[in-house]
């Protein structure tokens, strides 16, 4: 059974970089893309950008400036970098497995985001 | 990047009835690569549909897809209490991957 397990910091301020990470467990890590999602509160979903094992990325034109997404094959992890938050960041923000070509079919637990001074 | 619009916003049925969601891009899909998710408040969003038409494992045989190209539709036979949530079709053929705005599914 896949388990995708997520952390990182709930509260920011203004201007701070967010930095998740996501744990995969279960399955092949090398055979897929992965992928962070987020979702504003009371709002839909938004793609933010995804990677596969050997580090190829693609993201979200409205974040690229801003996003770094990184992999970690050793630890079957994969984590979200996004610099310079504002308030319009604050979200829930979820890991997946899936992206290019492949459906998301595997959600970790989400992590609220909360940018506030 | 491909645009994709659901409708209706917001459908109001009673439980039983059948339930029919659309989801219309503003360019082909590639490959049929769309999916359908169903999100329930507080959780996180579950794929229900591949492919247009593929039911994800343990998925119930009263959701059923069809379309290609640039038109797509979710169907629920017979609304069961729980199949009340918010559904979301996504592309991910293209970059950058979208989803459509959501079709609320409640309770008439």
């Known amino acids: 059974q896949v388990q995708l397990q997520q952390w990182g910091a709930g509260l920011l301020k203004p201007s701070e970089t967010l930095s998740l990470t996501c744990t995969v467990y279960?399955?092949?890590?090398?055979?897929?893309?992965w992928s962070w999602i987020r979702q504003p509160p009371g709002k839909g979903l938004e793609w933010i950008g995804e990677?596969?094992?050997?580090?190829?990325?693609n993201y979200n034109p409205s974040l690229k400036s801003r996003v770094t997404i990184s992999v970690d094959t050793s630890r079957n992890q994969f984590s979200l970098r996004l610099s310079s938050v504002t308030a319009t960041d604050t979200a829930v923000y979820y890991c997946?497995?899936?992206?290019?070509?492949?459906?998301?079919?595997?959600w970790g637990q989400g992590t609220l985001v909360t940018v506030s001074s | 990047e491909i645009v994709l619009t659901q409708s209706p916003g917001t459908l109001s049925l009673s439980p039983g009835e059948r339930a029919t969601l659309s989801c219309r891009a503003s360019?082909?899909?590639?490959?049929?690569?769309l999916a359908w998710y169903q999100q329930k408040p507080g959780q996180a969003p579950r794929l229900l549909l591949y492919?247009?038409?593929s039911r994800a494992t343990g998925i119930p045989d009263r959701f059923s897809g069809s379309g290609s190209g640039t038109d797509f539709t979710l169907t629920i036979s017979r609304l069961e209490p729980e199949d009340f949530a918010v559904y979301y079709c996504?592309?991910?053929?293209?970059?950058?991957?979208?989803f459509g705005q959501g079709t609320k599914v409640e309770i008439k």
């Open positions: 997946t497995r899936g992206g290019w070509g492949y459906k998301l079919d595997y």
């Open positions: 279960g399955g092949s890590f090398s055979a897929y893309y």
């Open positions: 990677i596969n094992h050997s580090g190829s990325t």
């Open positions: 360019q082909s899909v590639s490959s049929s690569y």
């Open positions: 492919g247009a038409s």
């Open positions: 996504q592309q991910y053929g293209s970059s950058p991957r979208t």
